[in-house]
């Protein structure tokens, strides 16, 4: 498959561009910041896309989706994040929707992803229980019944955890924490008796909650997958996440490229243009080739899963770490290169650090990937 975008998809990402610049300027992160909304995103906003078809574009159209491909969902995730824009996208549309497309039943399938497709459900993928995403260290058990299984435990950093409608757990049916065996993924109503929630307030503004389980029961047909068996069907979940959240990332650090270069054109310093000195000139050309390496790697990474590639986790631990490093980088430079200004909370440059910061430990660290890369290859 070409690493080109098609006719189709071009289209898609100049209407997205438009409507995520009208529709959702950084200035409405700010204000759901400010108002402390209950929510964490705009439920008008979020009902604009789902008329538009993102909420349901990797959905199969069996269950009122659009199987429009991974890498319009990639195209629709860049485009969000220049505007830094808070939606259920990564949580809901790229981890909760492809868990149950992946492992669900008929049943789960026909019940929830029309929900999804139509902006009626909100899912939440709850995985790690540490300060560091660690996917294998996994303790919250679920012990079998009679009946199904009673999960007790507690999931730290879950994405949109306090707006879920349904959570998706990784529970530990079997051997010990550290090994990737005897792991299941449990589909988790949020009605259900003995679950609570600890919403967090995070630096970016965005969504994210600690969920304790407290003797949980469960059913049978709460199982996604094959029991014991998850920990495969886990990790094509994280990569789909994974490389949807670099392309994210890569169209936030371009639009904070962006914004350094507007301010190097207009900011004199000894009556000149501080755009014309060597030394950041040079600064601004290395960000450049950054980004430019970011677009190839997450392409790559787009492209292998609409092509089941063997490769799709090598590509999707290339992808995280290659872009946490550079919009690391970027961030930072962007703050730098503003100054004192870019230090201050009424300068928007400031909410592109932020998210830096989140974003880049979400679903793993450079250092956890190129750890996961190395071990992928055989080192």
């Not at 993102?54 to 969000?80: H, Q, S, T």
């Amino acid at each position: 498959m070409s690493m080109i975008l098609s006719e189709e998809q071009v289209l898609l990402q100049d209407s997205a561009r438009e409507f995520i610049k009208d529709q959702s300027p950084v200035s409405l992160l700010r204000q759901l910041r400010d108002e402390k909304d209950d929510f964490g995103y705009s439920k008008e906003l979020w009902s604009y896309m789902t008329e538009m078809g993102w909420a349901g574009i990797n959905i199969p159209e069996k269950y009122d989706g659009l199987d429009f491909g991974f890498k319009g969902l990639g195209i629709i995730m860049e485009e969000a994040g220049r505007t830094l824009t808070a939606s259920p996208l990564l949580s809901t549309v790229v981890l909760g929707a492809n868990s149950i497309v992946l492992g669900g039943s008929d049943e789960q399938k026909s019940t929830i992803l029309p929900k999804v497709a139509s902006g009626d459900c909100i899912l939440a993928l709850a995985v790690d229980e540490g300060p560091h995403h660690d996917p294998e260290n996994i303790s919250v058990e679920a012990k079998k019944t009679d009946t199904g299984y009673l999960l007790n435990g507690t999931k730290q950093f879950v994405i949109d955890g306090h707006i879920a409608d349904y959570f998706i757990v990784a529970a530990r049916i079997s051997d010990q924490a550290g090994s990737l065996t005897g792991l299941s993924l449990l589909l988790v109503d949020k009605e259900t008796s003995g679950i609570h929630i600890d919403r967090l307030s995070m630096v970016d503004g965005r969504n994210s909650a600690n969920v304790t389980f407290d003797n949980v029961s469960l059913g049978a047909s709460a199982l996604l997958g094959e029991e014991k068996n998850g920990g495969d069907l886990l990790y094509k979940v994280l990569d789909l996440g994974r490389i949807a959240l670099a392309a994210e990332m890569l169209g936030t650090m371009q639009q904070a490229f962006d914004t350094i270069l507007a301010y190097l054109k207009e900011r004199k310093q000894f009556g000149k243009l501080i755009g014309s000195f060597q030394a950041l000139q040079h600064r601004a050309a290395i960000m450049f080739s950054d980004i430019e390496l970011c677009k190839s790697v997450v392409m790559a990474a787009l492209t292998a899963v609409e092509t089941n590639s063997d490769d799709l986790a090598q590509l999707a631990s290339l992808a995280k770490a290659t872009v946490n490093d550079a919009y690391h980088q970027i961030s930072n430079e962007a703050i730098q290169m503003h100054g004192g200004i870019g230090m201050t909370d009424e300068f928007d440059i400031g909410f592109y650090l932020k998210r830096a910061r989140i974003a880049e430990v979400t679903l793993g660290s450079s250092s956890y990937h190129r750890r996961r890369y190395a071990n992928l290859n055989g080192y």
